[in-house]
């Protein structure tokens, strides 16, 4: 399986977790998605009164300077120690 091929396997497995991951790993992985889908941030950064979306930039311009692949590998990672924490691997 080729690291893409991956990245969408992990990408459909992180939705099966038993309990939701803590909105700190949701923004990780929202960034490292967004990053290894799309590439560097390519909006500008939301207003002060849509606080969600502004987390969701801050989480995605955080992760900027790595390539696709990187973010792919690390957003693989993070899912992985998610179901390590939550003991169904």
Do not use: C
């Not at 939301?46 to 502004?54: A, D, L, Q, T």
């Amino acid at each position: 399986m080729g690291l893409k091929e991956e990245f969408e396997d992990h990408a459909e497995k992180v939705k099966t977790l038993p309990a939701a991951p803590s909105n700190d790993d949701m923004l990780i992985l929202y960034g490292l998605y967004k990053q290894a889908t799309v590439g560097p941030v390519n909006t500008s950064r939301p207003g002060m009164f849509n606080m969600r979306e502004k987390y969701k930039w801050d989480a995605w311009k955080a992760v900027e300077g790595k390539s696709k692949e990187e973010a792919m590998g690390d957003y693989i990672t993070k899912v992985k120690q998610l179901f390590e924490a939550a003991g169904s691997s």
